[in-house]
């Protein structure tokens, strides 16, 4: 069992940056691909990037590639969102996810475990 817990979201202007983070717990984080995504009002959830736990390979989005780094402390059982560059249709709820395997992260079928979100609004 693995609970996961968001932080850092909040109300920033157009072009800033915002670190969100995600909280981990259990002893076995290291064992898990980590991904984050998010879901503004009245779309789907959508996939913003992953890690994996094998090699610790990234994955982004296209709309993100290049403003977004994805990244794990596992001696912290914690990953992070460094996001830069925000623009208002970043505007969204975001959630974590673990995943014991290391493929097919994109998708959100995949994942075992979520946080329960943390909102992140970008003003113009």
């Known amino acids: 069992q693995v609970q996961l817990v968001e932080s850092g979201g909040g109300l920033v202007q157009a072009g800033a940056s915002l670190r969100i983070s995600c909280a981990a717990s259990?002893?076995?984080?290291?064992?898990?691909?980590m991904g984050w995504f998010r879901q503004a009002p009245g779309k789907e959830r959508e996939f913003v990037a992953a890690?994996?736990?094998?090699?610790?390979?990234?994955y982004y989005a296209d709309s993100v590639k290049g403003r977004f780094t994805i990244s794990r402390d596992n001696a912290k059982n914690t990953v992070y969102l460094q996001m830069n560059s925000l623009k208002p249709e970043d505007t969204a709820v975001y959630y974590c996810?673990?995943?014991?395997?290391?493929?097919?992260?994109?998708?959100?079928?995949?994942?075992?475990?979520w946080g329960q979100g943390t909102q992140v609004t970008v003003s113009s």
């Open positions: 996810a673990a995943d014991p395997r290391d493929y097919g992260l994109d998708s959100p079928y995949e994942y075992d475990y």
């Open positions: 890690i994996t736990w094998s090699d610790g390979n990234t």
């Open positions: 259990g002893r076995t984080f290291s064992s898990y691909s």
